[in-house]
C-alpha cells in the first residue's frame, strides 16, 4: 500500500507536465515530438550500464532533484527551443529513473505474490491515478489563469513529500525483498537443514515445541491463516504464539526474525 501510494504522489508531477509544460512548448512542434522522449530512453540505457556498486536511493534522490530543478527552469528559463531542452532533459530524465524503479519493483513483486495480475493492476492503476490527478490540476490552474509560479509550486510541495517518503520506503521495500528471498531459500532447503537452522534459534530462545513449529511456519512465510490450518489451532492462537516469540528475541516483526537467522547461520 505504501509503496502505491508514492507511485500516485509522485506522478502527479507527470500529469503536470503533460497539461501544463508541454502546452507551454507547443510552438516547437518538430522539437517536441521527436526529442521529447531522448531523455527518458537514454536515462533507461545509463542505468542499465550503471555499475552495481552505486547504491539505488542516491539514484533515487537525485532524480527527484532533478524533478524540482526542471520546475525551477520552467519558472525561470523563456520558451525557445534551449530551454526546452533543460527542462525536458531533467524532466523526462527522472521519469526514465522512476519508471524503471516502479516495473522493477511491481515485476520482482509479481514473483513473490499468489495473485500476480493483482498487482500489476493496482500498479497501473496507481501510475494512472497520479497522471490524473496532476492533469485535473494543471488543468484548472491553466483555466483559472495560474500556471507558471503556481504549477512549479505544487511540484515541489510534491517532491517534498516524496522525499520525505523515500527513506521509509526504501527500507520496507528491503526487508520485504530480503524476506521473500529468505523465504524461498529456506523452503527449498532439505529438510535437515530447515530443523537445523529451528533448533538453533530455538535453543537461543528458549522457544517451547509449538513456537518451535509456529517459527517454523513463519519462516517459510506462511500467512497466520495458513499456520493455524497446519497446526489445527485458530488465527488468536497463532498470533499469540506469534508475540510469544518476539517478546524472547526482543523483536516485533518477521523481517527481524530472518536477521536473527541468518546471524546465526553466519557463524
Same mark, same amino acid.
Not at 515485476?107 to 495473485?115: A, K, P, R, S, T
Given at each position: ?86 527542462? @525536458? ?18 515485476? /520482482? ?11 500489476? $493492476? ?12 496532476? $492533469?485535473?490540476?494543471?488543468? @484548472? ?6 500556471? $507558471? ?44 537443514? !530447515?530443523?537445523? !537452522? ?14 518451535? !513449529? ?14 493455524? $490450518? ?7 492462537? /497463532?498470533?499469540?504464539? /506469534? ?25
Amino acid at each position: 500500500l505504501f509503496f502505491y501510494i508514492f507511485i500516485v504522489i509522485l506522478t502527479i508531477n507527470s500529469g503536470l507536465m503533460y497539461h501544463v509544460i508541454n502546452p507551454a512548448f507547443e510552438h516547437l512542434e518538430s522539437l517536441t515530438s521527436w526529442y521529447w522522449a531522448v531523455p527518458y530512453v537514454a536515462a533507461i540505457f545509463i542505468l542499465r550500464n550503471l555499475s552495481r556498486k552505486i547504491k539505488s536511493s542516491y539514484i533515487l534522490y537525485l532524480a527527484i532533484a532533478m524533478i524540482g530543478l526542471s520546475f525551477i527552469a520552467f519558472i525561470a528559463l523563456d520558451r525557445s527551443a534551449a530551454s526546452y531542452f533543460v527542462i @525536458n532533459i531533467l524532466m523526462l530524465g527522472s521519469y526514465g529513473v522512476y519508471d524503471l524503479f516502479f516495473w522493477s519493483i511491481l515485476g /520482482v513483486m509479481l514473483d513473490y505474490h499468489e495473485n500476480p495480475a493483482k498487482i500489476l $493492476g493496482i500498479g497501473l492503476s496507481a501510475n494512472v491515478l497520479g497522471i490524473v490527478l496532476g $492533469g485535473l490540476v494543471g488543468s @484548472n490552474l491553466i483555466e483559472n489563469n495560474l500556471h $507558471g509560479i503556481n504549477t512549479s509550486l505544487l511540484a515541489f510541495a510534491v517532491v517534498c513529500v516524496t522525499l520525505a517518503l523515500l527513506p521509509p520506503l526504501n527500507k520496507r521495500l528491503s526487508s520485504m525483498l530480503k524476506g521473500h528471498t529468505y523465504f524461498t531459500a529456506f523452503t527449498e532447503m532439505p529438510q535437515f537443514k !530447515q530443523n537445523s !537452522q529451528i533448533d538453533k534459534i530455538s535453543t537461543f530462545g528458549n522457544l517451547s515445541e509449538r513456537e518451535k !513449529q509456529v517459527a517454523s511456519l513463519l519462516l517459510q512465510g506462511k500467512t497466520y491463516k495458513t499456520i493455524a $490450518g497446519e497446526l489445527f489451532i485458530s488465527e488468536n492462537t /497463532v498470533k499469540y504464539y /506469534v508475540k510469544n516469540i518476539y517478546s524472547k528475541f526482543n523483536i516485533q516483526s518477521r523481517a527481524e526474525l530472518i536477521d536473527i537467522v541468518m546471524e546465526k547461520e553466519t557463524r
